[in-house]
């Protein structure tokens, strides 16, 4: 993280270190908002949102763009290991998870079938799928 940002010429400050460590622990993308709440004073909101967009230019932080306008954001996949999401429309919690390789592979092969009916390239995909979680149900 410190090397990825020091090439780009961007100071791992204090305020940063704790966004990337909240994010770290969070089990799912995260608003600035929530992150503010389990932050606390510890970065203002102002320089919550600073740090957020530096991460997000370094690509260290990714951001998911929800219904409502609501964005969540979270560390990147070279960080935490690619990924899909699953997201309650009820309640709005976002889930991280990973499927078996085989079905992976599965992803990728309809993700290159459908980019290339498209003439598009693919370089990534994020699966995110709209329902209810468990406790809404």
């Not at 102002?46 to 991460?55: E, N």
């Not at 951001?63 to 979270?74: K, N, Q, S, V």
């Amino acid at each position: 993280m410190e090397q990825r940002l020091r090439e780009r010429e961007i100071r791992y400050t204090s305020g940063r270190r704790v966004v990337v460590a909240a994010l770290a622990r969070a089990e799912g993308p995260r608003s600035a908002a929530e992150l503010s709440t389990e932050i606390g004073a510890a970065v203002p909101l102002s320089s919550l949102y600073r740090s957020l967009a530096v991460l997000e230019d370094a690509g260290v932080v990714v951001p998911h763009f929800g219904a409502r306008g609501l964005t969540r954001y979270e560390l990147a996949d070279w960080i935490t290991g690619h990924h899909h999401h699953l997201i309650c429309v009820a309640c709005g919690t976002v889930d991280d998870v990973e499927i078996l390789p085989e079905y992976e592979i599965k992803v990728n092969e309809l993700v290159d079938l459908i980019a290339q009916l498209a003439g598009f390239e693919p370089r990534a995909h994020d699966l995110e799928i709209e329902g209810r979680c468990a406790k809404c149900s």
